[in-house]
């Protein structure tokens, strides 16, 4: 274990990140900085939630020199919130040695961009296409760009991003520093990588396995037809903190939001059709834990760092590996634990060897829960939603009603009417799904063998089949003994940055 102490990095700096709680570097921070202060072109590999924006963030905010007006870094990630997110980790990084850092993106008000450019801020994140768009009007000068960063590298050279990627990279200075890091880097993304970078280093936290252990990983087999009735029946037995439900398409995220709706979760939607404000209000709503099922298709799946995602769902199983690694992968972060269910239809199980495959991780079958184990699960919620009010202890003010049902009735009748009341019972309101079909099984690739090519670039919503081969094969099934929860709480206070 390395101390950020112990790591190159000026007083200054090591005061702002003393303040945001982090003592220890992780390993992709200790083996990344020492080598990026001395300007070297890293590839940095690590898992999800290990704390890739701070390995890249502080050696790039030790070089900025805060006399100068110019902009000398520049961040390029591929999704509006994951832009906001990095910009807020890096101002909070840089805001002793007062660096000025400016995110600029899609669906936000471009002249209001242009204005807080004037402020000249020495650290840019961004998107791509917002980015093209200021350089293309020349309110962006890129010039003077000593280091620059792909976050999420192999989305953001993967075929849907590439064209824009190289028209940027064409007015940063070829001096540059590059620094390119991601959980993922399948081998011809590397290539491609290598292509913008000198010389670089290839750090790579090497773990047995893709994914973090503190994830345990489900999958439970369902017809097209049953998955919505055992996604209710799951959220009731496994009781999630908050929870993140992936989708394959826009529509099926809207449909399943308000399915969830109709059944009384406090669930929204987000995908790349809604309104910027949109996407941000629901994610404020999601942060807060006003809604505790986040639907979405993979527009958040990279890169966002939302503490207290105890369950993320794989409602339709993703058609590549490394979108599964990113997805299950937005839980267990920062050493916390998380749970991840995938549902495969009968048809599609060979994805799921394909997926296992590449992480090197097998994932258990979960069965699928019974209508009273889901009962009995929300039963359990409100049991614990009692104690809870018990232990907090302020009482008073219903004792003498208290007193007036207990002279009346049995003690055991007037609990047992409080637990009816509090458990919210199953719903079986009929809910309209449109089906999917499911992912074809005919062509095998061979995961990752295929060139990426993207539909739908902003949003992430894959086109192309890259299943391999791989048979179905049983697993064993896990009961439902105790309610499903990983062992960490939510803490008090969540990342609410906006
Ligand atoms: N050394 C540290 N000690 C404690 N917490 C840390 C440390 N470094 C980063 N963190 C926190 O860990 C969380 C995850 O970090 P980050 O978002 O950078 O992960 P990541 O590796 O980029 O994940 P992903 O692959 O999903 O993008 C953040 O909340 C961050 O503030
Ligand atoms: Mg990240």
Sequence with gaps: MTLFSELPISPV?????????????????????????????????????????????????EKIDVKSPNIQGLIIAPTRELAIQVSEELYKIGSDKRVRVLSVYGGQDIQRQIRAMKKNPHIIVGTPGRLLDHINRRTLKLENVQTLVLDEADEMLNMGFIDDIESILKTVPDTRQTL???????????????????????????????????IEQFFVKAHEREKFDVLSRLLNVQSPELAIVFGRTKRRVDELARALEIRGYMAEGIHGDLTQAKRMSVLKKFKEGRIDVLVATDVAARGLDISGVTHVYNYDIPQDPESYVHRIGRTGRAGRTGMAMTFVTPREMNYLRVVEQTTKKKMTQLRPPSSSEA??????????????????????????????LMNENEALDVIAAALKTLTKE????????????????????????????????????????????GTASKGGSKPYNSRQRPATRRPSSSRTEG
């Excluded at 009962?375 to 007193?403: F, H, P, W």
Aim: glycine share 12%; hydrophobic share 30%.
């Design 13 to 61: 700096i090591l005061k702002s990140i003393k303040r945001m709680g982090f003592e220890e570097a992780t390993p992709i921070q200790s083996g990344t900085i020492p080598l990026s202060v001395e300007g070297r072109d890293i590839i940095g590999q690590a898992q999800t939630g290990t704390g890739k924006t701070a390995a890249f963030g502080i050696p790039m905010l």
């Design 180 to 214: 390119l890091f991601s959980a993922t880097m399948p081998g011809p993304i590397r290539k491609i990588a290598e292509r913008f970078m000198s010389n670089p280093e290839t750090v790579s936290v090497k773990t047995k396995e893709m994914t973090v252990e503190n």
């Design 375 to 404: 009962l009995e699960g929300m039963q359990r919620t409100a049991v614990d939603s009692l104690k809870e009010t018990i232990e907090k202890n302020n009482l008073e003010e219903y004792k003498v009603l208290a007193r007036e």
């Design 426 to 469: 199953p719903d079986s309101t009929p809910v309209e799904i449109t089906p999917e079909k499911p992912l074809s099984s005919k062509k095998h690739g061979g995961g990752g063998s295929k060139p990426y090519r993207k539909d739908d670039k902003k949003y992430g919503n894959r086109g192309g089949n890259r299943s391999g081969g």
